[in-house]
């Protein structure tokens, strides 16, 4: 479903990779109306008139070329016309499939590509986000530097769609088995990657840090308090535990000067 996603929001790199030349005007979500019930992975209808079938293929499916056939046919049957076939292959296992039909007469043949052939480099250089994305499927001999590169580009995206990008790197970079790569690389870039934004985590950890100000302010006030007037009475440490850090701080600046603990406290209006 996310190489799905990614291939309708950007595929031209792709398909021009694959030698199609012609841009998809729209993509057409298509059920076989037959027994098997089988639904196309992507089925997009081409600027110049032509149909485009896209299959995403993870195993080496000795049976393949088959359902390719199948696939034409009942395109053919509902559309009366014969789609253009590509599988992309995105599995980690070498490639083994054949990319045709030939027996008993019939001879039929669709494009296979192996997505690691796909130039990294180029992916990498698109204003596209979701080509940058599929660059982590390809053959690099510098897989730490294209994921600090693709997660460069996801943290110019708005909040939003960042977290949506990068829930998405971290899918396909599982598919490769180095998620834990990309978690690594991600932490190391706090400046590009503010965990605020996260509509879970920021409110919290918001919370957090002025909860963590407030009582790190009363614990200074305190310790000022004690320094300069020794054991505190009860009513002061009721005072010093319900201010806020702004008060802790105006408080903690009068204790510098006070002659007694009445004079930091008393003045305050909290005893």
């Known amino acids: ?102 027996a008993m007469g019939i001879r039929f043949r669709y494009d296979l590509l192996d997505v690691r052939d796909l130039d990294c480099e180029a992916l990498l250089e698109s204003d596209a986000v979701s080509d940058n994305i599929l660059a982590v499927l390809t053959r690099t001999n510098d897989r730490i530097g294209t994921i600090r590169r693709i997660l460069g580009k996801i943290s110019r995206l708005a909040p939003g769609r960042r977290e949506d990008a990068v829930r998405k790197l971290l899918i396909l970079s599982g598919m490769r088995g180095f998620e834990t790569v990309v978690i690594e690389e991600r932490i190391r870039m706090p400046v590009t990657f503010d965990i605020m934004d996260n509509k879970v ?29 020794g054991a505190l009475p009860e009513w002061a440490e009721r005072t010093v535990a319900t201010c806020t850090s702004d008060q802790a701080l105006e408080l903690a600046l009068r204790t510098l000067d006070a002659p007694t603990i009445e004079k930091v406290l008393g003045a305050s209006g909290n005893n």
């Open 201 to 229: 985590l920021g409110p919290a950890i918001r919370q957090g840090i002025a909860q963590g100000i407030e009582q790190g302010s009363r614990e200074v006030l305190h310790a000022l308090l004690r320094k300069r007037f």
């Open 1 to 102: 479903m996310t190489l799905k996603a990614l291939l309708l929001e950007s595929s031209s790199m792709i398909l021009r990779h694959a030698g199609v030349n012609s841009p998809v005007a729209r993509w057409r979500n298509v059920e076989l109306p037959r027994v098997q019930n089988r639904r196309l992975d992507l089925l997009a209808e081409l600027e110049n008139g032509d149909l485009l079938h896209i299959e995403l293929q993870t195993t080496n499916d000795p049976k393949m070329p088959l359902r390719m056939l199948e696939y034409a046919m009942g395109v053919w049957r509902m559309e009366a016309r014969i789609p253009r076939q590509l599988v992309l292959y995105v599995g980690n296992e070498k490639l083994r499939m054949t990319d045709r039909v030939e």
